[in-house]
């Protein structure tokens, strides 16, 4: 490919949807390549360095930090961290990939301030609170303490959607899907 990539960013509150989104484009574009986050917590079981995340001590993260080596990064629950490797997304985008973020509100609107037009940001919006919380309640992975930090984070979200490209209502997945891939082919000059 002798062209340079661009960034898409897919952001949602935790339950949105937007890693499912992902995974289906994933499947439908060839060109379109993930971007590993970095992060200072410990791998889940299966989860593997270089490909889930690049797993880092907090020194090394720090590091990162003072060289300005993140487009990106964010404190969260637990005071773990989680950043967007410049390397990382440069390397697929002068290879000539489109490259998928799949961050946090406030980092995706630091990117779309660093890439302008060669960057597409979508916002996953939930029909309601309370459908994101019956979605976090059936995954049954949140205790009732975490469960609240995510929601009152989710209504936080929720204010920055105005401030991207195109805002997405996830009430019906194959419907949501099919305007995030029409985004897409749009952004990628394929329609």
């Given at each position: 490919?002798?062209?340079k990539?661009?960034?898409?960013?897919?952001v949602?509150p935790?339950?949105?949807?937007k890693?499912t989104?992902?995974?289906?484009?994933?499947?439908?574009f060839?060109?379109?390549?993930?971007?590993?986050?970095?992060?200072?917590?410990?791998?889940r079981?299966g989860?593997e360095?270089?490909?889930h995340y690049?797993?880092?001590?907090e020194?090394d993260f720090?590091?990162?930090?003072?060289?300005?080596?993140?487009?990106?990064?964010?404190?969260?629950?637990?005071?773990?961290?989680?950043g967007?490797?410049?390397?990382?997304?440069?390397k697929?985008l002068?290879?000539?990939?489109f490259?998928?973020l799949d961050?946090?509100?406030?980092?995706?609107?630091?990117?779309?301030?660093i890439?302008g037009?060669e960057c597409?940001?979508?916002f996953?919006?939930p029909p309601?609170?309370?459908?994101?919380?019956?979605?976090?309640?059936?995954?049954?992975?949140?205790?009732?303490?975490?469960?609240?930090l995510?929601?009152?984070?989710?209504k936080?979200?929720l204010?920055?959607?105005d401030?991207f490209d195109q805002v997405?209502?996830n009430?019906?997945?194959?419907?949501?899907?099919?305007?995030?891939?029409?985004?897409v082919?749009?952004?990628?000059n394929?329609?």
């Open positions: 490919m002798d062209r990539g661009k960034v898409i960013i897919l949602a935790s339950g949105g949807g890693t989104l992902a995974r289906r484009l994933f499947k439908e060839e060109d379109l390549k993930f971007s590993v986050s970095a992060t200072t917590r410990p791998p079981e989860e360095d270089g490909k690049y797993f880092l001590e020194a720090n590091q990162k930090i003072k060289e300005n080596a993140f487009l990106e990064w964010e404190e969260f629950y637990g005071g773990k961290k989680y967007t490797l410049r390397s990382e997304v440069d697929k002068n290879s000539g990939y490259v998928l961050i946090e509100v406030k980092g995706a609107v630091n990117i779309k301030e890439y037009d597409l940001s979508l996953i919006k309601s609170i309370d459908v994101l919380k019956q979605r976090l309640t059936n995954r049954g992975t949140e205790d009732n303490e975490t469960l609240a995510r929601l009152q984070r989710a936080e979200e204010t920055y959607a401030q997405i209502i009430d019906d997945l194959d419907t949501a899907y099919e305007e995030v891939r029409e985004a082919l749009k952004f990628m394929k329609n």
